[in-house]
């Protein structure tokens, strides 16, 4: 738990004053077009971004709004013109950028080019060559960009210290600098340009604050490719704890699409494509297109769940509540007033899920599905339904009733015994968590209340998980607590990161536990035998 927390001293810098959204008049609502990297990676040709960008055209995705079509790494010079500015590779694209810009221009859509905030872009040349990046280039790079009728760029983070540090999740430099570098030389060009950062989730960009710098922030590693499942775990987790940065000019980025592309089912596509609309992810499409099937085609081509992406408020879901190894439940809100509720299943199988209305704040509310668009009329207390392995409920709510909140009981970790190494640790002068819970430490808390009937109780956990990762792991962006009631066996509750330090916590996880018994005679256990559990504050008992 202490590996990342020298993080802190170069994320502290403030670059601007919190809360002004980059006003450069684009960029308003999340991007939607298409890129072609997760299925062409960097060789992309000029014959391919050709028949890619007129396949956007002829399914009809520009009419759904998918007007963006950008280029991906590989069209870079190794070498810049004899005036020193950017150019691109011969082989690649014959007739050159400024001749992609006009064909994707002329086909009614935005132009959105590459590149790198560092000394070279990311890909591999081969031998000791490497294609350009825009570090201490920036103002004539951007004016290269914008005279070639660039109206995205999306810039990556390779060789971003020095020119043998390919990519680097912890530089010894402020990364954040590189992109106010070139949100000022964009700006300097007079035309406006949706800047897309993607320095994958490095220092946290959503606290820089990234929305005073770029219209999006990649949040996380690359999605793929390959594509899988356990990306998508590894982002889900990551964007929980700052999901309240997305706003109209600004928005986290979870990445391209995968939609379309081997590696996910048609129902993970799904899900895929329906949680980032709503926590208002950029929807960048990702796939060949002469390939797509007609399942993933429609995916990407529901009006409902793009409505909600494209929603006016620019408000992300945030998570509500996880049923370990069952399901997810994130909502928010709409413009017009409703919510959006979104349920992942996280199991392996087809099955019944009861989606509890409490979890989203009501008691009862007027339905509709939106990834089939069907109407489930007035639902109240709960909704029973069968989901896919790995499939989603997607639900519009209008006319919500306010459930009654519970309230809780307060037990600090603090006050509870500790052993096997779990000891206190002084956050700030107001906040003391317990550490070392997990691997051999236990915190346990005694004198609980069970209320007068004991029985089943509702917890409320506040904790601080700095474990983010940028690989899969055994639980990526997230740590597993066993909670024992009683000295009974320890329930598995997994928490996902509250932030990428050791400083911040996530208020009000849920779990409901049984075998509290009457009175103030209960214990709770918190402790995992194989690796390290949250840093506890306090956990609550419902009254
Ligand atoms: C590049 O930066 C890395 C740290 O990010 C450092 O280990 C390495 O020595 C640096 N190389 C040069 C040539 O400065
Ligand atoms: C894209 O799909 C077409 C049609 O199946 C295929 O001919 C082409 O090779 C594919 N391109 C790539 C890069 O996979
Ligand atoms: C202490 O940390 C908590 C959790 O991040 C935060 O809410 C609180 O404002 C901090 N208090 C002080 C005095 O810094």
């Known amino acids: 738990m202490l590996l990342w927390r020298t993080l802190e001293i170069f994320v502290s810098l403030s670059l601007l004053p919190v809360g002004s959204a980059l006003q450069n008049g684009v960029g308003v609502k999340p991007a939607m077009g298409y890129n072609p990297y997760n299925a062409f990676l960097c060789a992309t040709t000029e014959a391919q971004y050709h028949t890619v960008a007129q396949s956007v055209i002829s399914l009809g995705l520009n009419t759904l709004g998918y007007n963006y079509f950008n280029i991906d790494c590989g069209w870079q010079a190794t070498v810049r013109d004899s005036a020193g500015k950017i150019t691109w590779d011969t082989t690649i694209l014959p007739s ?78 402020s990364i954040g600098t590189h992109y106010v570098t070139m949100r000022d030389a964009l700006a300097a060009t007079g035309r406006p340009i949706l800047f897309s950062a993607c320095e994958w989730g490095v220092q946290d960009p959503a606290r820089w604050p990234a929305s005073a710098v770029a219209n999006s922030w990649r949040i996380s590693n690359d999605i793929g490719p390959p594509a899988s499942w356990d990306n998508l775990f590894r982002i889900i987790n990551q964007v929980v704890p700052i999901t309240q940065f997305a706003g109209p000019g600004g928005f986290n980025d979870l990445d391209m699409l995968e939609v379309g592309n081997s590696g996910l089912t048609a129902d993970e596509q799904q899900t895929h494509f329906a949680f980032w609309a709503a926590v208002k992810s950029p929807l960048i499409i990702s796939t060949n297109l002469s390939a797509i099937s007609a399942q993933s085609l429609s995916i990407l081509k529901n009006t409902r769940i793009i409505a909600v992406n494209q929603d006016a408020l620019g408000k992300s879901i945030a998570f509500k509540r996880r049923y370990t190894n069952d399901h997810d439940v994130w909502s928010g809100p709409l413009a017009d007033g409703s919510t959006v509720a979104v349920v992942i299943n996280w199991q392996t199988t087809s099955r019944s899920l009861t989606f509890n209305l409490a979890d989203v704040g009501f008691s009862s509310a007027t339905a509709t599905d939106l990834i089939t668009g069907a109407s489930l009329g007035k639902l109240t207390t709960s909704f029973t339904t069968t989901l896919a392995a ?54 346990t808390l005694s004198g609980v209340d069970g209320g007068a009937a004991g029985g089943t109780k509702l917890l409320a956990f506040d904790y601080i998980n700095g474990d983010f990762t940028f690989t899969n792991t055994a639980c990526s962006n997230c740590r597993n607590v066993f909670v024992g009631v009683n000295g009974g066996a320890g329930v598995q509750v997994q928490m996902p990161i509250s932030a990428q330090t050791w400083d911040i916590l996530f208020s009000g996880y849920l779990v409901e536990l049984p075998g509290f018994k009457p009175g103030k005679t209960n214990t709770i256990t918190l402790s995992n035998p194989s690796a390290f559990a949250p840093d506890f504050y306090r956990v609550g008992v419902a009254v």
């Open 96 to 173: 050159g950028v400024p001749a992609l810009a006009t064909f994707v221009h002329n086909l009614g859509l935005k132009f959105g080019v590459y590149s790198d905030g560092g000394v070279f872009a990311c890909d591999f040349v081969g031998g000791t060559a490497h294609y350009l990046g825009s570090l201490g280039h920036e103002t004539s790079d951007a004016a290269t960009f914008a005279g070639w009728g660039a109206d995205y760029l999306k810039y990556d983070n390779c060789y971003a210290v020095n020119s043998t540090d390919f990519v680097d999740f912890n530089p010894p430099i």
């Open 390 to 443: 790995h499939g989603a409920l997607v639900l519009k709510l209008t006319g919500g009733v306010a459930a009654p909140a519970p309230t809780f009981t307060f037990y600090p970790a603090t006050a509870g015994t500790l052993a096997g190494g779990a000891a206190p640790r002084v956050v700030n002068a107001s906040v003391t968590v317990v550490g070392f819970v997990g691997s051999g430490g236990t915190l």
